[in-house]
């Protein structure tokens, strides 16, 4: 028997993802034998005391990521610190053997890997929505947070522009509220790979266009290289 395909998912926040990975994981498995793949989760946040976390976390003015710590909490971490420790980690993945590196974050920015292949979330996304968004007229984005709307020009370029919102996918934000503003869209994406199939069905109840969620567009690139 072949060995398995083997995937290390890795999140900006702290692991296990039990909010992200078993739902991305129904996707890319589905109608594959039992023992096809095998996969292990890495957190940047990992094994962090709460002093180091607090080192960690976003100040005014500073761009941003939200991310979820293992207790379910919300947690806003500074882009560059993130991003440091990120390709740190990146690099000691790179020598474990994996098969693929999936990304779990629709923002990071990563340096380059010797030996295994990477699945960029943010990568994957916005050249979807910027393929599909050349044809309409009016593009919706949901983001986690508030402060990354007024970022959002200085960290991803669609055509055009686009309307945005926030709500963020861990603390429990009104969802359907922030959807409503974009009922007059014609293309909607979900920019946050914490949004879930619940929370897509929530925004489809708001808004006529079609919604595309962060996960299920990286699961699919996912299962095309198994």
Do not use: W
């Amino acid at each position: 028997m072949a060995p398995p395909f083997k995937i290390a998912f890795v999140t900006i926040g702290q692991t296990p993802r039990i909010d992200l990975v078993p739902e991305m994981m129904d996707d890319i498995t589905l109608g594959l034998p039992d023992g096809k793949i095998a996969f292990e989760e890495f957190g940047v946040l990992d094994g962090m005391s709460p002093e180091e976390l607090d080192g960690m976390r976003a100040v005014e003015g500073e761009h941003s990521f939200a991310t979820r710590l293992a207790t379910g909490e919300e947690m806003v971490s500074s882009k560059p610190r993130t991003e440091e420790k990120l390709n740190d980690l990146l690099k000691s993945i790179d020598q474990q053997g994996f098969n693929l590196i999936v990304l779990l974050c629709t923002g990071t920015r990563i340096d380059p890997l010797e030996k295994t292949l990477v699945v960029e979330a943010q990568r994957i996304v916005d050249s979807t929505v910027e393929a599909l968004a050349a044809s309409a007229s009016r593009l919706g984005v949901i983001l986690p947070l508030e402060r990354q709307v007024n970022d959002f020009h200085e960290r991803h370029v669609f055509a055009g522009n686009p309307s945005l919102v926030a709500a963020s996918p861990y603390s429990g934000e009104d969802m359907a509220r922030s959807a409503a503003k974009l009922k007059d869209c014609d293309l909607v994406v979900m920019h946050c790979m914490g949004y879930s199939a619940e929370m897509l069905e929530t925004v489809r109840a708001e808004v006529s266009a079609p919604v595309l969620l962060s996960r299920r567009l990286v699961a699919g690139v996912v299962r095309q290289m198994i």
